[in-house]
């Protein structure tokens, strides 16, 4: 059966680069993007949101992604991203001070750039998702209580 390989790559480093993966799904602008072997070539522009890897048997695979591009061409998936962060590697506390801090920005009444205090709250509510998520993975398969907020 094909495969799909895919590389994830910032302006500072491959942070994923892997053979072997069945599905992608990506988040674009105009909703989820599900990417299996065989997909039509394609460029499209992700938004902020979490990027998930599909492996036969093992469960997804979860990335932060703050926006970029990505490209389909002969079962090879490239994604550019703005930033990117494996699911593993988020800092659950730095994302809720980066919420705080956006929420505080959204709530002055200085004059703020609204849509840019927005897309820092979008972006550190999804980190914080992605990485609560993870944590509880981990912590079932531990034995464990997942952590509280």
């Known amino acids: 059966m094909a495969k799909l390989s895919l590389?994830?790559?910032?302006?500072?480093?491959?942070?994923?680069?892997?053979?072997?993966?069945?599905?992608v799904i990506a988040p674009g602008v105009i909703g989820e993007?599900?990417?299996?072997?065989?997909h039509a070539p394609l460029v499209t522009?992700?938004?902020?949101?979490?990027l998930r890897v599909q492996r036969e048997g093992n469960a997804d695979e979860p990335?932060?992604?703050s926006g970029g591009f990505l490209e389909v061409h002969d079962d090879t998936v490239t994604v550019l991203a703005d930033t990117a962060e494996r699911g593993d590697e988020i800092d659950l506390e730095?994302?809720?001070?980066?919420?705080?801090?956006?929420?505080?920005?959204?709530r002055s009444e200085v004059d703020v750039d609204r849509a840019r205090a927005q897309a820092a709250m979008q972006r550190s509510l999804m980190r914080i998702r992605?990485?609560?998520r993870r944590a509880r993975r981990r912590a079932s398969q531990r034995g464990g209580d997942p952590p509280s907020r």
């Open 63 to 65: 990335f932060f992604v």
């Open 33 to 38: 993007l599900g990417i299996l072997p065989n």
């Open 7 to 23: 590389e994830i790559i910032t302006g500072e480093r491959v942070l994923f680069e892997e053979t072997g993966i069945d599905a």
């Open 94 to 106: 730095r994302a809720e001070a980066a919420r705080a801090r956006a929420a505080d920005r959204l």
């Open 45 to 50: 522009v992700l938004q902020p949101g979490e």
């Open 130 to 132: 992605i990485g609560e």
